[in-house]
């Protein structure tokens, strides 16, 4: 067990230097990390790790997760079943918190097992905070092989899928929507139809026929006072 604990250690802790040393660097430089982000984005025209300004494409890997752990894959093996073998719901999950955080591409795999070994509440939920921490199409492949599977309440999961706010979210909530068999189908059909009127999906702010009844209410009343103040010059307001 004291061997497997150094081992996370050293994994984890060079995790943590290569994730963290360049924020320590921006703080003792001074340094804003939005503007510094921002600044990047415009020396590379717009773009970081795939992701434009404009694009609502979601990364393969979200930027904060692209280190990746670089170490020999037998190695990798043998620690995966080391700390598998120990069942300790807390060093298992430690570890698989770690390969995902890393951008891991044995990830999922890795997760799953964890499912499989633990199947306790208190050890399950562990795992839906973790893969949503990031949004990125792995982490949106995942939450996509549970909702096939019913891993987890299907209607918590398309909640989650929804939060995503990206066409590619989208097309897996359509999917389960057009399912005559899926047993969230009808819910799956409202999410649908309220994340194809928003903004991020139409590029543009919703109409008064799409906004709340205060909205309603207000765009009413503008209208009313233009009707009777035909010559007022504020119909941009509209």
């Keep these: 067990m004291k061997q497997i604990i150094v081992l996370?250690?050293?994994?984890?802790?060079?995790?943590?230097?290569y994730t963290h040393g360049l924020a320590d660097v921006m703080k003792k430089a001074?340094?804003?990390?939005?503007?510094?982000?921002e600044e990047v984005k415009e020396a590379t025209g717009g773009t970081i790790a795939g992701v434009t300004k404009t694009s609502s494409e979601l990364p393969e890997i979200a930027p904060e997760r692209e280190s990746g752990l670089k170490m020999n894959a037998a190695n990798m093996r043998l620690v995966e079943t080391t700390v598998f073998n120990t069942?300790?719901?807390?060093?298992?999950?430690?570890?698989?918190?770690?390969?995902?955080?890393s951008g891991s591409a044995s990830a999922p795999k890795v997760i799953n097992k964890y499912l499989s070994t633990f199947t306790l509440p208190e050890d399950k939920n562990k795992i839906l905070p973790l893969v949503t921490k990031y949004k990125d199409k792995q982490s949106l492949k995942i939450l996509e092989d549970f909702l096939k599977r019913g891993v987890f309440s299907r209607s918590m999961l398309l909640k989650k899928i929804s939060e995503y706010r990206n066409k590619e979210a989208l097309a897996v909530i359509k999917s389960i929507a057009d399912n005559p068999s899926s047993p969230v189908r009808d819910e799956a059909q409202n999410i649908y139809s309220e994340m194809i009127t928003q903004s991020w999906y139409t590029g543009a702010?919703?109409?008064?026929?799409?906004?709340?009844?205060?909205?309603?209410?207000?765009?009413?009343?503008r209208i009313a006072?233009?009707?009777?103040?035909?010559?007022?010059?504020n119909k941009g307001e509209l």
Excluded: R, W
């Design 8 to 17: 996370l250690l050293i994994i984890g802790g060079g995790y943590y230097l």
């Design 205 to 221: 702010q919703p109409s008064a026929g799409k906004i709340g009844t205060g909205d309603k209410q207000l765009a009413s009343h």
């Design 87 to 101: 069942y300790d719901t807390d060093v298992c999950f430690a570890y698989t918190e770690m390969i995902y955080a």
């Design 225 to 233: 006072t233009l009707m009777n103040n035909p010559n007022q010059s």
């Design 30 to 37: 001074n340094l804003d990390p939005k503007d510094f982000v």
